[in-house]
């Protein structure tokens, strides 16, 4: 039951996006995570109840903490601040987001502590911003090789955020660039399913470039998210 105007009008915007991404994937399963920050719980739960779309994802520790509802599949997908750890490792699928050692040291330590292996994606930084979070291509695999010595971490791919004002051709380099740090980890390790890339920006680009994992956020809520 769609209980409200605004509710309608996204849920018919998020159908919409499915028909396209199906016609992008060419029959490959793609996982949509509907990025929510600034989105309301009974907004995404609306949405979750009345479209194939069942993961959130958040880019901030505090606002998960006050949406977070056990009925949601979450996922992490902003930087993360080691200190805010402690208060989301239970409460996520995935953290997507993992773009340093120290983070990496601490997220098994807490999973450690509830006895759970934490999924992690490798955030790679394909455009090489300063201001941007996510190890250099270069750096990846040592990266991942590094993941592989803590218990409570498991790796299921990576993450990858591009810059915003590139060129279509520029944003398929940084494409390009993640699909093949992807194949080779895929080579490499056993359980890597994931490459997240592509929001509502250029998730049909990303998809056509091996993206198996998008995170549109106003593709789907409009100016609610952003």
Same mark, same amino acid.
């Given at each position: ?15 919409? $996006?499915?028909?396209?991404? %199906?016609?992008?994937?060419? /029959? @490959? ?13 009974? #907004?995404? %739960?609306?949405? *979750?109840?009345? #479209? ?16 977070? &509802? ?5 996922? *992490?997908? /902003? ?11 239970? %409460?996520? @699928? ?9 983070? $990496? ?8 502590? &509830? ?10 930084? #394909? ?22 010595? !803590?218990?409570?971490? @498991? ?6 955020? #591009? ?7 520029? @944003?398929? %380099?940084?494409?390009?660039?993640? !699909? /093949? ?12 399913? !994931? ?32």
């Amino acid at each position: 039951m769609i209980n409200s105007v605004m509710g309608k009008v996204e849920i018919e915007r998020a159908l919409r $996006l499915l028909e396209e991404i %199906k016609k992008a994937a060419a /029959g @490959r399963e793609i996982e949509i995570v509907a990025a929510t920050k600034t989105v309301s719980f009974e #907004t995404i %739960k609306e949405l *979750f109840d009345n #479209t194939p779309i069942k993961v959130a994802g958040e880019n901030r520790a505090q606002e998960l903490m006050q949406k977070y &509802h056990p009925s949601v599949l979450w996922d *992490f997908i /902003g930087r993360l601040q080691t200190n805010k750890v402690k208060y989301i490792i239970d %409460k996520v @699928r995935l953290i997507q987001s993992l773009d340093r050692r120290n983070l $990496l040291e601490t997220i098994n330590k807490e999973a450690a502590k &509830h006895n759970k292996v934490q999924d992690v994606l490798l955030q790679i930084n #394909t455009g090489k911003e300063e201001v941007k979070g996510g190890v250099n291509p270069e750096e990846a695999l040592e990266a991942a090789s590094a993941i592989q010595n !803590y218990a409570n971490v @498991r790796l299921k791919g990576i993450m990858a955020v #591009t810059p915003l004002d590139i060129s279509v051709s520029e @944003r398929q %380099k940084c494409f390009d660039t993640a !699909y /093949g740090i992807f194949a080779q980890l895929k080579q490499s390790y056993k359980g890597i399913e !994931y490459l997240s890339m592509g929001m509502s920006n250029d998730y049909i680009q990303a998809i056509e470039s091996g993206a198996n994992m998008i995170r549109p956020g106003r593709a789907i809520f409009g100016e609610r998210a952003y």
